[in-house]
């Protein structure tokens, strides 16, 4: 299994802060040959009855350096994990989870394009209070 991100646990508390039963481990999804392992799962219902589901892929973006290199890669996995949710006919929305002050800094009008054009849905989590910022679909 791959290693969390740093900001995983600031993540996690966050859902579980707006009302979320997140899974303790990550998703694995296998389709032919390739396994793969979405971070997140969480699950929020009424009356003890599960009624959404989502899945979330969390990046912190810590090296501010690289943050070109780890766009990439944040887009790649994002991209190619809903691809594989479709091949598998699993029908969870899939999130791309990101610090705030990460969002702030380094999504730009560009980066906010290939975001609008490639349909990526963003939840984006105040790391200090561990509370979400803002759900953007």
Known sequence: MPRLDECHEQV???????GWQVDARPRRLIHEERLVFIDIQAAKGVNGRRQQILLAEVKCFPDREST???LYIAFGQYILYRALLAQ???DLPLYLAVPLDA?????DSTVMRTISDNRIKLV???IETETISQWRE
Not at 12 to 18: K, Q, T
Not at 103 to 107: L, R, T, V, W
């Open 12 to 18: 996690v508390h966050a859902l579980e802060n707006d």
């Open 68 to 70: 070109t290199q780890e």
């Open 88 to 90: 598998e006919e699993i």
């Open 103 to 107: 969002y702030e800094d380094i999504f």
């Open 124 to 126: 984006i989590v105040n």
